[in-house]
């Protein structure tokens, strides 16, 4: 009686612990777009952002977070809603569009659509410690699709979490994006600044031509 006892009260257990993991679904999350107008003129050029990668050990559908020094946690319950390159892509565009007030900014690749500049971004750190910090260490360039002029840059920035769940931990993260968007997009008005400055004429330079010039002889009639 005693082991029938037990038998049935290991497959009630057996029945909660299945009924439990059965009810746990999964929670998805994005990164969004959340840079501000500074008020510069709008930009009249096209630009594409892509490809951007990450760090292989975050470079997957699960929150990867840090519970403590060299340890991770892959929390299979709180998903990032597309592949984490894509969204990082996706959130910077976006913020490029508000920041250079244009609406011709898209994510590579893309047919038919040709850039005046394109931006490609590898993600060195990508790190989430829930309820204190996010850090987001991104190397970028922009360059020139006529010349292939590049500039190049490092943003390393650290934002604030502002609450335990990990909602605030996908928005802290959008927001450490916006401002590698924002140093993005300032590199980008620097190189368009750069192409519509006139040449500087030297002025010896110019004379010492003219002295070089041989001067018409006036024949007589």
Not at 52 to 76: L, T, Y
Not at 187 to 192: K, Q
Request: some cysteine; glycine content about 4%; proline content about 5%.
């Amino acid at each position: 009686m005693a082991s029938r006892i037990t038998h049935l009260l290991s497959i009630a257990f057996v029945a909660a612990v299945a009924a439990g993991c059965a009810s746990a679904t999964a929670r998805f999350y994005t990164l969004d777009s959340t840079a501000t107008a500074d008020g510069a003129p709008a930009a009249r050029y096209a630009v594409l952002v892509g490809p951007v990668s990450v760090p292989a050990a975050v470079d997957r559908p699960q929150f990867v977070v840090e519970v403590a020094p060299n340890r991770v946690a892959i929390d299979e319950f709180n998903r990032w809603a597309a592949p984490l390159n894509d969204g990082i892509a996706r959130a910077i565009a976006g913020d490029l569009a508000v920041l250079l007030g244009t609406s011709d900014v898209a994510v590579a690749p893309l047919a038919n659509f040709k850039p005046a500049y394109r931006v490609t971004i590898n993600v060195q750190r990508f790190e989430s410690v829930q309820g204190e910090a996010v850090v987001v260490d991104a190397v970028w360039a922009v360059s020139k699709t006529a010349s292939g002029e590049t500039r190049s840059g490092r943003t390393v920035t650290r934002e604030a979490v502002q609450g335990k769940d990990f909602d605030a931990l996908a928005a802290a993260h959008s927001r450490a994006l916006a401002k590698v968007s924002g140093d993005i997009a300032a590199a980008i008005r620097a190189a368009n600044t750069d192409s519509e400055s006139p040449q500087i004429r030297n002025p010896k330079s110019e004379a010492r031509n003219k002295s070089k010039t041989p001067s018409s002889k006036k024949h007589n009639e």
